[in-house]
T-cell receptor, first 112, second 116 residues
Framework: DAGVIQSPRHEVTEMGQEVTLRCKPISGHDYLFWYRQTMMQGLELLVYFNNKAVMDDSGMPKDRFSAKMPNASFSTLKIQPSEPRDSAVYFCASANQVYEQYFGPGTRLTVT | AQKITQTQPGMFVQEKEAVTLDCTYDTSDPSYGLFWYKQPSSGEMIFLIYQGSYDQQNATEGRYSLNFQKARKSANLVISASQLGDSAMYFC?????????????FGTGTLLAVQP
């Protein structure tokens, strides 16, 4: 079975540009999470969805970040405009009613 | 609010020996879940083990076991018979609703190095 799929795996962009990260959760999973990992802040939750609805986005800087889940098999995390401090690894994870969250391979974002 | 504390930034262990990675937590929720994830140098996050706050027995998964002491609010990971492939970053995490259907709050991690 395919796991969580993220694209792109690596992204390098210039400050001020728009960046879109994509995630395909495991089929049948009702929950989708976006995490960010940096050396300074560690792993932190940005936003999560249940049945395509945002449940908690308190960790997401809303002035420049937006997350959408237009259908059960696709989610995007958009940053506009990007800043160097957004450089991080962004993980998408999905879960169903059992306890394990399955993580994708991550997208390494570098903003210059 | 929930919080996870991992006080060991780095640990060394000899191959084939057991190692304990410490994790303490703080929560006021009556029901919560505790998790351990492994992150090798390749970067992916690998689920290892889960303990529910109402579970009477300590969780075990192969060579991994979770030493759950509820009164002390600790959830230490024990890896038995360490292997070179166990060298990785290990994260403890807590979820307020007892399962993975809510957000995970992670600790800062412990870097484990297994020596031959």
């Amino acid at each position: 079975d395919a796991g969580v799929i993220q694209s792109p795996r690596h992204e390098v962009t210039e400050m001020g540009q728009e960046v879109t990260l994509r995630c395909k959760p495991i089929s049948g999973h009702d929950y989708l999470f976006w995490y960010r990992q940096t050396m300074m802040q560690g792993l932190e939750l940005l936003v999560y969805f249940n049945n395509k609805a945002v449940m908690d986005d308190s960790g997401m800087p809303k002035d420049r970040f937006s997350a959408k889940m237009p259908n059960a098999s696709f989610s995007t995390l958009k940053i506009q405009p990007s800043e160097p401090r957004d450089s991080a690894v962004y993980f998408c994870a999905s879960a169903n009613q059992v306890y394990e969250q399955y993580f994708g391979p991550g997208t390494r974002l570098t903003v210059t | 609010a929930q919080k996870i504390t991992q006080t060991q930034p780095g640990m060394f262990v000899q191959e084939k020996e057991a190692v304990t990675l410490d994790c303490t937590y703080d929560t006021s929720d009556p029901s919560y879940g505790l998790f351990w994830y492994k992150q090798p140098s390749s970067g992916e996050m690998i689920f290892l083990i889960y303990q529910g706050s109402y579970d009477q027995q300590n969780a075990t998964e192969g060579r991994y076991s979770l030493n759950f002491q509820k009164a002390r609010k600790s959830a230490n990971l024990v890896i038995s018979a360490s292997q070179l492939g166990d060298s990785a970053m290990y994260f403890c995490a807590i979820s307020p609703d007892g399962g993975a259907t809510n957000k995970l709050i992670f600790g800062t991690g412990t870097l484990l190095a297994v020596q031959p």
